[in-house]
């Protein structure tokens, strides 16, 4: 089933086709959810309830632009609405001016896999950030907007969880980090 007949038959309210595209993308999307929460059993809470946003919502869909990404926009909103609920973003640290050390450019280089291992250890302001801007790639204006943060305080929680993430490399002895500390 091609992926235009698979939208118009959940369209239709084929549970068979429901059920087709649940299968189809629920690992992905599952993933996109367990980078922003850390319980898996509220990641799969928020899965089901953006997959019903996006069931009742296709008629929304107008086919421009690639139907998984259109998935995905609502499933980080649908964690941002969840943290939003559990999380004051505006509690968190805002800094005016850091020197970043050029150490944090060995985040840009490492393996995916420990980026996302390391995620899961970071708290929820940074976590949440690091996400938005370096994974789905908004801008700190759009972050800012997004969680009602200022643009300085989106700035800062990026810095800071970079900061983290080097600092728990190094505890790890990650490979390759000397190289980058010269």
Known sequence: MTEEDLIEACRQNDRRAQKTLYDRYSAVMYGVCKRYVKSPEDAEDVLVEAFYKVLTNLHQYRGSGSFE???RRI???ESLMFLRKRHNFRLTLEISEVDQ???TNVINRMAAEDILGLLSKLPTGYRTVFNLYVLEGYKHREIADMLGISIN???SQLILAKKKMQ?????FGYPGLQKFNK
């Open 69 to 71: 990404g259109w998935i």
């Open 153 to 155: 305080t989106s700035k």
């Open 167 to 171: 600092d728990m490399l190094e505890d």
């Open 101 to 103: 050390p050029t150490t």
């Open 75 to 77: 499933v980080v909103n």
